[in-house]
């Protein structure tokens, strides 16, 4: 069992940036990748960026390459997503996840979810 806890989100001004962090419990954090979604008022949940368990790859929706960089340090079981850039089509509530498989693009490939945290960015 994984529990996945959000922190970081705010509000922004466009071309700002934000830090969103994922505290993990469970032993098994180090061996899972990880990834992170968004879900913006009346969408679908998407795909922002996953990262491998070593952290040694990363993979990234092309709406945020080159913007967004996501990381890990296993040694304090989190996982980071560093915004920069930011426009104001990136508001959305994040959630990060853990999966087994590298890269999941897909939320139903995702076996634990944080509650999320908001991201707001004013034009």
């Known amino acids: 069992q994984v529990q996945l806890v959000e922190s970081g989100g705010g509000l922004v001004q466009a071309g700002g940036s934000l830090r969103l962090s994922c505290a993990a419990s469970?032993?098994?954090?180090?061996?899972?990748?990880m990834g992170w979604f968004r879900r913006a008022s009346g969408k679908e949940r998407e795909f922002v960026a996953a990262i491998i368990s070593s952290g040694d790859y990363t993979y990234y929706a092309d709406s945020v390459k080159g913007r967004f960089t996501i990381s890990r340090d296993n040694a304090k079981n989190t996982v980071y997503l560093q915004m920069s850039l930011l426009k104001p089509e990136d508001t959305a509530v994040y959630y990060c996840?853990?999966?087994?498989?590298?890269?999941?693009?897909?939320?139903?490939?995702?076996?634990?979810w944080g509650q999320g945290t908001r991201v707001t960015v004013s034009s």
């Open positions: 996840a853990a999966t087994s498989l590298f890269p999941a693009l897909r939320p139903t490939q995702y076996d634990y």
């Open positions: 469970g032993r098994t954090f180090s061996s899972l990748p």
